[in-house]
T-cell receptor, first 115, second 112 residues
Framework: AQSVTQLGSHVSVSEGALVLLRCNYS??????LFWYVQYPNQGLQLLLK??????LVKGINGFEAEFKKSETSFHLTKPSAHMSDAAEYFC?????????????FGIGTKLQVIP | NAGVTQTPKFQVLKTGQSMTLQCAQD?????MYWYRQDPGMGLRLIYY???????DKGEVPNGYNVSRLNKREFSLRLESAAPSQTSVYFC???????????FGEGSRLTVL
């Protein structure tokens, strides 16, 4: 069975400060890993993904995440927070299960950016 | 670029009423999903369809039924709505081998 743990359901940062959202996963097979962002009253949209290859993944809006197999982590970072980054962020793990990709989400982290 | 389209966006039901949420995707994806989102619980999979002609239960299927009408369309039906089904419902689709999901904008359902 696979699972995702997001540490901190709410994170507050000052505008211009580092954003760090934590995600740990468990999976019995090599996983694909994703971060999605959800703005109020909208669906989720892909921020970045790790499938194979380079472990440091760059996404949209200046976000990046590093896949660390030894730590089973996929933390999301951004050097300088912007007010427009305020949203809910979901980490997800995906693995092949009987011919389709089974996707499991974390509970989400709401990011507040303080002016 | 329509992507994944869900209807209706909002619905209020009384306990015991039935309704169907419609979902259509225009990306020629094989797999389609229905999730529900509740505060503090993330997204939970209700049903999925790995390919046209197949459907399977997810994590929280009780009280729901689905139909994969064709490759484009995947509907979710509540036969007898209960207050516990008050939630935001998301339809999503993906190519079979990527795991990357494309979401609709959601359907907010309130059951009184």
């Amino acid at each position: 069975a696979q699972s995702v743990t997001q540490l901190g359901s709410h994170v507050s940062v000052s505008e211009g400060a580092l954003v760090l959202l934590r995600c740990n996963y468990s999976s019995s097979v090599p996983p694909y890993l994703f971060w999605y962002v959800q703005y109020p009253n909208q669906g989720l949209q892909l921020l970045l993904k790790y499938t194979t290859g380079a472990t440091l993944v760059k996404g949209i809006n200046g976000f990046e995440a590093e896949f660390k197999k030894s730590e089973t982590s996929f933390h999301l970072t951004k050097p300088s927070a912007h007010m427009s980054d305020a949203a809910e962020y979901f980490c997800a793990v995906s693995s092949n299960s009987g011919g389709y990709q089974k996707v499991t989400f974390g509970i989400g982290t709401k990011l507040q950016v303080i002016p | 670029n329509a992507g994944v389209t869900q209807t209706p966006k909002f619905q209020v039901l009384k306990t015991g009423q039935s309704m169907t949420l419609q979902c259509a995707q225009d990306m020629n994806h094989n797999s389609m999903y229905w999730y529900r989102q509740d505060p503090g619980m993330g997204l939970r999979l209700i049903y999925y369809s790995a390919s046209e002609g197949t459907t399977d239960k997810g994590e929280v299927p009780n009280g729901y039924n689905v139909s994969r009408l064709n490759k484009r369309e995947f509907s979710l039906r509540l036969e007898s709505a209960a207050p516990s089904q008050t939630s935001v419902y998301f339809c999503a689709s993906s190519q079979r081998n990527t795991g990357e999901l494309f979401f609709g904008e959601g359907s907010r359902l309130t059951v009184l």
